[in-house]
């Protein structure tokens, strides 16, 4: 089942932050966060398992709470580069099996 | 260079006119899958593999086939394309616990 992600599309001004959430109604093993700018294929951040950890790559980071099911995606102080859109992935399982992305979010960084 | 190729890139096909795309990986990842993306709907997974010789329906398996020979390919197959196969394809791969890299995408028309 696809995990639900919101906003559907965020506007930001460069130097503003924003936030990504996905959220599934199954428990989880892990969730991905991927970005895909306009034509090319979606790149990986970052992988967060269950634990609750929080993870960082440069400006951006992400937790996940394994108990409410959901992950949010953090990015600071947003750059141009950053816009495109957001996917996250969730896994039920370790096997490689039910990976699921979710809808996307649009993210466009204005000058 | 670590990298996902698939090919073609672009094609347009007739009904009917059975077709393959290709995907290869250099990196020796277990894990392959295919991913259609149409507008709204994300990434869908159509198939998976965790091995040789170990497929697996994804979420839109209908109308496809794959196969996994050597642990490098992972061709998908349209034996009787339709037009509403007509969509961008991504084949991606991965081993256990990191995040996947994906190919370049195939634009498929299907007229």
């Known amino acids: 089942q696809q995990p639900v992600q919101s906003p559907q599309a965020v506007i930001l001004r460069e130097g503003e932050d924003a936030v990504i959430n996905c959220s599934s109604s199954k428990a989880l093993y892990s969730v991905h966060w991927y970005r895909q700018k306009h034509g090319e294929a979606p790149v990986f951040l970052m992988i967060l398992l269950k634990g609750g950890e929080q993870k960082g790559h440069d400006k951006i980071s992400a937790s996940f709470n394994e108990k409410k099911q959901q992950s949010s995606l953090y990015l600071t102080a947003s750059q141009l580069s950053y816009s495109g859109t957001y996917f996250c992935?969730?896994?039920?399982?370790?096997?490689?099996?039910?990976?699921?992305f979710g809808p996307g979010t649009r993210l466009s960084v204005l000058p | 260079e670590a990298q996902v190729t698939q090919n073609p890139r672009y094609l347009i096909t007739v009904t009917g006119k059975k077709l393959t795309v290709t995907c290869s990986q250099n990196m020796n990842h277990e894990y392959m899958s295919w991913y259609r993306q149409d507008p709204g709907l994300g990434l869908r997974q159509i198939y998976y593999s965790m091995n040789v010789e170990v497929t697996d329906k994804g979420d839109v398996p209908e109308g496809y086939k794959v196969s996994r020979k050597e642990k490098r390919n992972f061709p998908l197959i349209l034996e009787s394309p339709s037009p509403n196969q007509t969509s961008l394809y991504f084949c991606?791969?991965?081993?256990?616990?990191?995040?996947?890299?994906f190919g370049q995408g195939t634009r498929l028309t299907v007229v």
């Open positions: 991606a791969s991965s081993t256990g616990g990191a995040g996947a890299f």
């Open positions: 992935g969730t896994e039920i399982d370790n096997y490689g099996q039910n990976f699921v």
